[in-house]
């Protein structure tokens, strides 16, 4: 069963239409890559995905819910976990912090979270140092380590990525999408947004997205 | 309670922000926490004044009123105001007696009650009164032929604490060589009571005696060369044959000084040829020379040689000067209403000297604290709008944290109880240590600023003083400064000056006290709510998604 279900979505912003009727599931265990040109729409189907925005028209069922009955703080700090393209991090705070700070959003029971925190960091390849770092002294990876370690923090099911790889080196690259690979094999639903055909190629499924302007011709 | 850790956080990680609002924030604080002190000790020294504070108060006959309640139209059709009609009415209505004033004393009001009565007497060749001049005989006489008493008060009725001394006033009081004062009670005896006279030898008269015992000055005792449990007589100044005599049963000294001003109109103004005894004794001689008790004469040992021609016009009058004495000033609110319901008649009013001097002692202090009141305001809206304006630019600075939070899931109440909470607890530490610093200065400040406007009350004054020529107050006024009332009733010479000369508060002990504290944290918490009040208003109309898409 699916555990993120597009049905007949559109999206139009300030009356001109950016999505249309995009139908699509996403399972448990696999990792997604949704790509396409600049324009396509891809960060606002992320955006719809993490509840972010709404549909003009359709629905997005999270585990068979439809998410615009769901309270959409809960449902973005507990059941979907996001990392943004530009990190979004907080940056006055260390890194061990904003994964706090998102562990206590979602309202987690965890005793010691610091702990929690660090060991998450340690598994996305950040030592206790750089934990302890504020997010402005950290590189471009680190920050994005930071950042899948926070989407991680509260155990989601599903891991949302706009363009996790944008700014990254090669190798740095590849040591993320081991993690999101790890992730999927783990039981997760990783959905990736990417314009790079390697990041595609290193998922299980693509969807590829066309400018609406595009169709017509 | 994440919020509470984050904002902490929040606070920390923005010292600079911060130490700022919170600068400004403390500067509001002591402003406001001085503002505050002064309007409190202004308070405090209100109901201090007023808790040690024992309200006297007399009757007395409003003249003026009953002037201008007289029908005119008669007199005008003579030619104008009808004075005849005028005295009759002033001699039927304008005294009231002892059972009057004894029947106002039963208020519920009154705490206690005690009176007066003045008299004159002419002394005799074995009992003479001290006297500078050389001819003694025309000292008393020339006044008391002109029937007139020296009056040094405008009103004609605060001579003898608030008796009726003028000729207008229908009284039949010659004036002779001694003043002799009746007390009802030793409260009464203000002079020795504050210890400006004490009986040196013998002792004092039983205040509820009907004996004709006394005490004279030691000045008289040496003039007249009598002792303790010598006896004197005493002669009406209408009728020398109708004669009385007293017993000496004390001596007492004054530190009261002689003035020359005062004695040079009549020797029984001379504070040395004052005798005293108690008021029933003294009110019996006065009721057997009016001719109300003669049938006790054999008991009272009265020696009225003259009675069967007596008339009016030369019987002893007396004046009686009564006072009320009220447990507070809320008390003495009430006597009027309960006295005018016990029947007094509304040509009489009631007064009090003691709240007349608490309200002039106040007026620098309520000055003070009017100005306090309006810099107060003044300072809050200030600071009110500062505080706003910095909210706002701190909210817009972090536009994008309130993105990422609520991106990640927080609630916009909760993210917007975060501000708050930054502010309050930035406010709140400012307001403490605000409150600590006005406590420590309040006082000085206070003190200081009450030394300038009482400075500057007194310089008015002294400028008035000199338009209308009184570059300086008589001696008199030193006289009465220093306590020393005549007659006891309270009343003193100082009013013959108006009540300008009053003493003001010119200190305060303490400004700070826990309604001031509360005050504060009172003003603390309204600055946060005004000041987060606009937060909230941003943070609740941010949408994240534009916070995050503009910033991408």
Redo the contacts between chains.
Sequence with gaps: MAILSLQNICFSYDKTPVLKDISYDFEKGKMYCIVGKSGAGK?TLL?LL?G??VPTSGQILYDGKDISKVDK??????YIG?I???F???T??TAA?NVV??M???GSKIKDKKARAVELLKNVGLDEDEANRRILKLSGGQQQRVAIA?ALSYDPDIILADEPTGNLDGETQNEIMEIFRDLADKGKCVILVSHSSDVADMCDERYELVKISNKKN | MYILKNALRCISRSKGRNILIGIITLVIAVSACLGLSIRQAAESAKEETLAGMTVTATISFDRQSMMNDMDFSKGEQDGGFDRTEFADMMTSGSTLSLEEYKTYATAESVKDFYYTVSTSFNGTDDFEAVTTETSEEESGEDLQNNGEFPDFDADGDKMFGGGKMNNMMGMQFSSGDFTVIGYSSEVAMTEFQSGVATVSDGTVFDECTENYECIISEELAIFNSVDVGSTITLTNPDNEEESYELTIVGIYTSSQSNDATISMFSTSQDPANRIYMSANALQNIIDISSGETVEEESETGLTKTDESDEDETSSIAGTISATYLFEDAAAYERFEDEARALGLDDSYTVSSTDISAYESSLTPLNTLSTMAGWFLIVILIIGAIILIVLNIFNVRERKYQIGVLTAMGMKKSKVALQFIAEILIVTMIAVVLGACIGAVSSVPVTNALLENQVSSQESQFEQIENNFGRGEMPDMLDNAENGNNPMGGGMNFMEEFGNNAAEYITKVDSAMNLTVVIQMLGIGLLLTLIASAFSVLFVMRYDPLKILANRD
Excluded at chain 1, 73 to 78: A, G, L, N, Q, V
């Design positions: 960060t955006s993490s972010l925005a703080y809960t449902f973005r700090s507990k996001v943004f393209q530009s979004n991090l907080i006055t705070y912090e700070l998102s206590d959003i979602s926070r």
